[in-house]
C-alpha cells in the first residue's frame, strides 16, 4: 500500500517533467480562454508542429506580469498600452497583432433607464453615472478594465469623484462580472466573444455596439530569452509565427459560435 | 470539458477529459497527503512525548496552522517557484508538483495536530507501563504511533478533504492549465466563470461522490485491518 502510494508520487513527478519537452507556457486573458477559441486552435497548431501550448488564462495586466517573471514563454494579451510598455521595457522581444473583436455593454434587457437608445458609448455612461444604476467593474487591471477606465475619461467622467455604490469594483475575471451583472441586473462592460459563449446570461441583453471607442485588439509576444534565459525561444516564435501567418489567422477566421464569428483577425494591419 | 453536456453525461460515457481531471486530482492529493503523514506523524508524535519551554506555544501555534489561507500559501509557493524567485530554476511552477508542494504545506499542520492530541492522549495511558519498561524515547514514538495507526486514519482523510477541496492554491500555483494542471476545483471554478452553472453543480457532486468513495475506502480498509489484528 505504501509502496503503491510512494511510486505514485514518483510517478507524478517524473511523468510531467518527462513530457514538459515539447511544450511552451502562454499567458494569456480570460477572454481568449472563455470564449472557446483556444480550445478550438491549439489542437490545429499541434497536428502541423507538434508543439503542446499550455495556457495560463489571466487578466491581461496579471498575464503580463508572468510574463515580466519569466515565468511563460508567450504573452497573448488585448491592451496595446501596455504591451508597448511591456516591449519598451524589455520584457518583449516585439509585438504583433493578431485578431481583434469588439467591447459591448450588456445590461438589463427591459433597460428602463433607456442606456440602449443612448448615440454612442460615451452617452450610455453619463447616463448610468447620472442615473446611479449599478455597473459591475472587472477591478483587475485586465485589458477589459483598462478599456473601460479609458472610456469613462473619454466621456469625461472623473470616476474618483463621481463613483458611489452604483459602481461596483469586484476584482475578478470577465465571467464572473458577466455572473454577478446577471444576478443584480447590473451594467458590465464585455468582450463580444466572452459574451457569446457565456451561458448564464439570465435577463442580461446587449444595449450598446458598434462604436469605434469598443474596439478590441489582440497582441502577442515572445518573452525576452535577454531577460529570462530559459524562455523556449524557438518554439514560443514558432507558436507566433503561425498565429500571425496564414494558418492561424484562418484558424482564427473560422471559429464561430453558432455561425458567429467571435475573433476577426488582422495581422496584416501595420496600424492595428 | 465538451459544451453542453451535464456532468452526468460526462460520466456516463467515460469521456476522457474528465477522467484526466479526477485522476490529477487524485494523485495531487494523496500524494500531498503522504508527504504530509510523513512529516506531520513524526512531528506530531514528538511534540506529544517531549517537553521544552515553549511546548504550549508550540502547540497554539500548531493548531493555528490548521487555519493556513490557501490563497496566500498559493502565492508564496508562487512567488518562491517563480522563475524570479528563489527556487526558479527547478522549473516547477504550473506543473502538478507545484500544487503538491502546495498542498503539502496546507496539509501537514493538519496531520501533525491531529496527530499530537491523539498520540499525546494514548501517551497518558501507556506513559507509566513504556518508563517502567525503560523503552528508549524512538521507540516509544513507534510504538505509540503504531498503537495509534487506526484513530490517525481520521487525521489523514481530515488533510485529504482539505486538499481535495481546496481551490485557491492549486489554481495559483498550477495555472489550471487544461489537460495538465486542472483539477476538480480548478475546472468548478472555470465552468462557473464561464457561467455554465449546471455543469458546475455536476461536477461539485462528482468531487463530493469522489470524496465518499475514498472515505469509504478508508473505513473499510480500517475495519478489515482492526479484524485481522483481532
Do not use: C
Amino acid at each position: 500500500m505504501i509502496r503503491r502510494l510512494l511510486l505514485a508520487v514518483a510517478l507524478a513527478f517524473a511523468v510531467p517533467a518527462l513530457a514538459q519537452d515539447n511544450s511552451i507556457v502562454v499567458a494569456s486573458t480570460t477572454s481568449t480562454q472563455d470564449s472557446g477559441l483556444f480550445g478550438d486552435i491549439l489542437p490545429l497548431f499541434k497536428r502541423s508542429t507538434g508543439i503542446d501550448v499550455k495556457v495560463v488564462a489571466l487578466g491581461t495586466g496579471q498575464a503580463l506580469d508572468v510574463g515580466r517573471r519569466g515565468d511563460a514563454d508567450v504573452v497573448f494579451v488585448h491592451a496595446r498600452s501596455e504591451e508597448e510598455k511591456f516591449v519598451a521595457e524589455g520584457f518583449g522581444v516585439k509585438r504583433h497583432p493578431v485578431m481583434y473583436n469588439d467591447f459591448i455593454v450588456v445590461g438589463p434587457r427591459s433597460d428602463p433607464a433607456g442606456v440602449g437608445k443612448a448615440r454612442d458609448v460615451v452617452e450610455a455612461l453619463h447616463i448610468i453615472r447620472d442615473k446611479g444604476l449599478p455597473f459591475i467593474s472587472r477591478g483587475d487591471r485586465s485589458g477589459t478594465h483598462v478599456a473601460e477606465l479609458k472610456l469613462w475619461k473619454e466621456a469625461g467622467i472623473d470616476l474618483e469623484r463621481d463613483k458611489g455604490l452604483w459602481y461596483k469594483s469586484i476584482g475578478q475575471g470577465m465571467g464572473a462580472a458577466l455572473n454577478t451583472a446577471s444576478a443584480a441586473d447590473a451594467y458590465v462592460l464585455t468582450d463580444r466573444g466572452t459574451w457569446l459563449s457565456f451561458k448564464n446570461k439570465g435577463g442580461l441583453a446587449i444595449l450598446v455596439q458598434g462604436d469605434k471607442r469598443l474596439f478590441n485588439q489582440y497582441g502577442v509576444m515572445l518573452v525576452n530569452p535577454a531577460k529570462h534565459p530559459h524562455v523556449k525561444k524557438a518554439k514560443g516564435q514558432q507558436f507566433i509565427d503561425w498565429l500571425i501567418a496564414r494558418e492561424g489567422q484562418d484558424a482564427v477566421a473560422n471559429y464561430k459560435i453558432n455561425g458567429e464569428q467571435l475573433f476577426f483577425p488582422n495581422a496584416g494591419d501595420p496600424n492595428a | 470539458m465538451p459544451e453542453n453536456l451535464s456532468a452526468l453525461d460526462l460520466v456516463l460515457t467515460g469521456d476522457p477529459a474528465l477522467f484526466a481531471i479526477v485522476r490529477l486530482a487524485l494523485v495531487v492529493s494523496l500524494s500531498a497527503v503522504l508527504l504530509a503523514a510523513l512529516i506531520g506523524v513524526p512531528l506530531g508524535a514528538a511534540i506529544a512525548l517531549s517537553s521544552f519551554r515553549g511546548r504550549d506555544a508550540a502547540i497554539v501555534f500548531l493548531n493555528a496552522m490548521m487555519g493556513l489561507p490557501p490563497v496566500v500559501i498559493g502565492l508564496i509557493v508562487y512567488l518562491a517557484l517563480s522563475r524570479s524567485g528563489p527556487l526558479g530554476e527547478w522549473g516547477l511552477l504550473f506543473t502538478p508538483q507545484a500544487m503538491v508542494i502546495a498542498q503539502t504545506i496546507l496539509v501537514t499542520p493538519i496531520i501533525a495536530a491531529l496527530a499530537r492530541q491523539t498520540i499525546e492522549d494514548l501517551w497518558l495511558e501507556y506513559r507509566d507501563e513504556l518508563t517502567a519498561m525503560d523503552v528508549r524515547p524512538l521507540r516509544r514514538i513507534t510504538t505509540l504511533v503504531w498503537d495509534a495507526r487506526f484513530s490517525l486514519i481520521t487525521a489523514l482523510l481530515a488533510g485529504f478533504g482539505r486538499a481535495a477541496a481546496e481551490v485557491g492554491a492549486v489554481i495559483i500555483v498550477g495555472g489550471n492549465i487544461d489537460g495538465f494542471t486542472r483539477t476538480m476545483t480548478t475546472a468548478i471554478a472555470l465552468e462557473t466563470s464561464k457561467g455554465n452553472l449546471p455543469l458546475a453543480i455536476g461536477l461539485g457532486l462528482v468531487l463530493i461522490a469522489i470524496v465518499l468513495a475514498v472515505n469509504g475506502l478508508a473505513w473499510a480498509l480500517r475495519r478489515a485491518a482492526e479484524r485481522l489484528a483481532g
